[in-house]
T-cell receptor, first 114, second 118 residues
Framework: DTGVSQDPRHKITKRGQNVTFRCDPI?????LYWYRQTLGQGPEFLTY????????KSRLLSDRFSAERPKGSFSTLEIQRTEQGDSAMYLC????????????FGQGTRLTVV | AQKVTQAQTEISVVEKEDVTLDCVYE???????LFWYKQPPSGELVFLIR??????QNEISGRYSWNFQKSTSSFNFTITASQVVDSAVYFC???????????????FGSGTRLQVQP
């Protein structure tokens, strides 16, 4: 499978715990995005990498959230001290190029904070 | 700021009916792209189409067609002769040159759930 891969697919955690998600983009894709999707809503942009550089962060990304893409390949999204409001689907997408190109999405990680 | 509105929350049709999903957008960018994505129950967003702001030609791909009207800031999606496999949530999205959502990030609408009954 050469699509965007996300791990884990599901995560249940207790409030206050830290969680980390991983995204493996399509190989050679230089751009990587994280989005968050809550029930009944469209995905909302969280952050964006071009290669290993994190170029944009949404106001939605509080200080408890941190994302990395250390070698310009896979990326991790960590949420510290999780809150119930963090429960959502976290989607990763990747694209190739510098202009307007379509992004390809992974199947997402569904986080439930209890 | 950029905004995408999909006023239809849910549509239910019977197989073989035609159905149109509406999308209205707002942007200050003169250069932008519009997208439609399909999200089946599995959760993965599947890319359907991309149109740039300078190309208002309608596009047809099999049973799918798209009508882009810059004058009304709309990018509507029609499925002809719908099938049960078309049941999914469909998202319209906008990608601009700038915007408070991030460089080249997509701004999504809230989606339209399409249910095609056999």
């Amino acid at each position: 499978d050469t699509g965007v891969s996300q791990d884990p697919r599901h995560k249940i955690t207790k409030r206050g715990q830290n969680v980390t998600f991983r995204c493996d983009p399509i190989s050679e894709h230089n751009r990587l995005y994280w989005y968050r999707q809550t029930l009944g809503q469209g995905p909302e942009f969280l952050t964006y990498f071009q290669n290993e550089a994190q170029l944009e962060k949404s106001r939605l990304l509080s200080d408890r959230f941190s994302a990395e893409r250390p070698k310009g390949s896979f990326s991790t999204l960590e949420i510290q001290r999780t809150e119930q409001g963090d429960s959502a689907m976290y989607l990763c997408a990747s694209s190739l190029g510098s202009g307007f190109t379509e992004a390809f999405f992974g199947q997402g990680t569904r986080l439930t904070v209890v | 700021a950029q905004k995408v509105t999909q006023a239809q929350t849910e549509i239910s049709v019977v197989e073989k009916e035609d159905v149109t999903l509406d999308c209205v957008y707002e942007t200050r960018d003169t250069t932008y792209y519009l997208f439609w994505y399909k999200q089946p129950p599995s959760g993965e967003l599947v890319f359907l189409i991309r149109r740039n702001s300078f190309d208002e030609q309608n596009e047809i791909s099999g049973r799918y067609s798209w009508n882009f009207q810059k004058s009304t800031s709309s990018f509507n999606f029609t499925i002809t002769a719908s099938q049960v496999v078309d049941s999914a949530v469909y998202f319209c999205a906008l990608q601009g040159a700038r915007g408070d959502t991030g460089r080249r990030a997509l701004t999504f609408g809230s989606g339209t759930r399409l249910q095609v009954q056999p």
